[in-house]
């Protein structure tokens, strides 16, 4: 992605994880996932990349982005929570790029099509949390075999998808910080950020 051996991501997370990456010289993602909805595509995703990163050790990665995330507020932490975006700067080698619309279709557990008659197919499977266990083994295994798209960020482009990329790393090292460069955020309901917009 970049030309240079440096990629400069933008990493959010909770003051309290901020905190104990200094003292442990490391910032690494929380195991524990805690909507079990989500648990198994995380686990998913930590498999992918010790396939497709070197000397990764299969631990759940840190979701970072290339641009500063706008709206902070919203999404990225429980609502009440204190957090942090703050800039950091790591070697391409420990990173890989995903398509983030992509990803948010596997937290889903959804089918992740390219084509519009892969649409039409699973036009009545993608609706809601919960629908992915009632498929057949099979049909299980069509989505999920789809999910590798989202590492193919060019295809996921030309599909129609946003092209919006994220970033997954084990982790980050407390001197890849850019300490000059964060925000701190209280983040809000969802919903208050869909009554601002009506």
Not at 68 to 78: A, C, V
Not at 157 to 180: H, R, T
Request: charged content about 25%.
């Amino acid at each position: 992605m970049y030309m240079d051996a440096i990629a400069p991501l933008w990493v959010v997370g909770t003051e309290r994880e901020l905190h104990e990456a200094i003292v442990s010289r490391t910032l690494t993602a929380n195991q524990s996932v805690e909507d079990e909805h989500f648990r198994s595509a995380y686990e998913w995703l930590a498999d992918q990349l010790k396939r497709r990163l070197p000397g990764y050790t299969g631990k759940i990665p840190i979701l970072a982005w290339y641009e500063k995330p706008k709206n902070l507020e919203f999404g990225y932490l429980p609502p009440g929570t204190r957090g942090v975006c703050i800039k950091c700067q790591i070697p391409v080698e420990r990173v890989l790029s995903i398509n983030s619309e992509g990803w948010l279709t596997v937290l889903n557990q959804w089918h992740l099509p390219l084509a519009r008659d892969e649409l039409l197919i699973f036009e009545g499977i993608n609706v809601g949390i919960g629908s992915f266990d009632n498929l057949e083994p099979l049909q299980q295994q069509v989505v999920v075999d789809s999910w590798d798209r989202i590492f193919d960020v060019t295809a996921m482009k030309k599909a129609g998808y946003d092209p919006e990329l994220c970033a997954l790393v084990e982790k980050v090292e407390a001197s890849e910080f850019c300490w000059n460069e964060f925000t701190s955020f209280t983040a809000r309901p969802i919903e208050e950020a869909r009554m601002e917009l009506a």
